[in-house]
Each structure stands twice: as C-alpha cells, then as structure tokens.
C-alpha cells in the first residue's frame, strides 16, 4: 500500500556523518507514522527512530544525541540524520510506514518496509 525507497548509505570513517532519505509513495495519506531500522549481520533488527504525524519522535539509547528523524509536511519523504558514526553502526537501514487497519472492529497496525540500503563505518 506505501512504497518506500531509501537512499544515502555509503562508506565512513568513525566520526563522520550520513544523511539517509527515504521516499514514500502510494497511499501517503493513510501513514501514521514513521520509522528507521537497522540489521546487521548475525544481530535482530532493532528500531533506531520513530516519527509521528504530530512530531512526536522516538530513539534507540544507542543513537540518542547522535541520530535525528525528520519528515515533511506531506509525509512523502522522511530522512535520518547521523553524525558521530561508529563501528557499531555499520548496518541495513531499511525505512518503515505505519498504517492503521481494520477487521472485526478492532484497530491495528500496518507496517511496509523499504528494502534498505547499506551502511558501513569503517576506517
């Protein structure tokens, strides 16, 4: 129902920065919030942010004070800001939007996912 691309990965030194983006497309209007993950290889995927329609944003401990989640206006792009990069970073970010569904009365949540892109920190 919302496509999502995600751009912007690339190689770093420790210490650097990276500016993720991701478009969203489809039924944009319907998104109520917003999100990045990250996998790396042999761990889980964890959540690093999350963004509400109304601005409310969410961070992993591990990126507080580092990484930032902004979005438009029109909920058609959403970016990851990351500055002070470590090794422990290097992961796939994948973007994620959340819908609200409905069946038998009961509300729930609809996530689509992006299919990534790569980041590696290293010297």
């Known amino acids: 129902q919302v496509h999502l691309v995600e751009a912007g990965g690339g190689l770093v030194q420790p210490g650097g920065s990276l500016r993720l983006s991701c478009t969203a497309s489809g039924s944009i209007s319907s998104i109520s919030a917003m999100g990045w993950y990250r996998q790396a290889p042999g761990k889980e995927r964890e959540v690093v942010a999350r963004?509400?329609?109304?601005?409310?944003?969410n961070y992993a401990d591990s990126v507080k004070g580092r990484f930032t989640i902004s979005m438009d206006n029109a909920k058609k792009m959403v970016y990851l800001q990351m500055t002070d990069l470590n090794p422990e970073d290097t992961a796939t970010y994948l973007c994620?939007?959340?819908?609200?569904?409905?069946?038998?009365?009961?509300?729930?949540?609809?996530?689509?996912w992006g299919q990534g892109t790569h980041v590696t920190v290293s010297s």
């Open positions: 963004i509400t329609t109304d601005g409310t944003t």
């Open positions: 994620s939007s959340e819908t609200t569904a409905q069946r038998m009365g009961v509300y729930y949540p609809i996530f689509d």
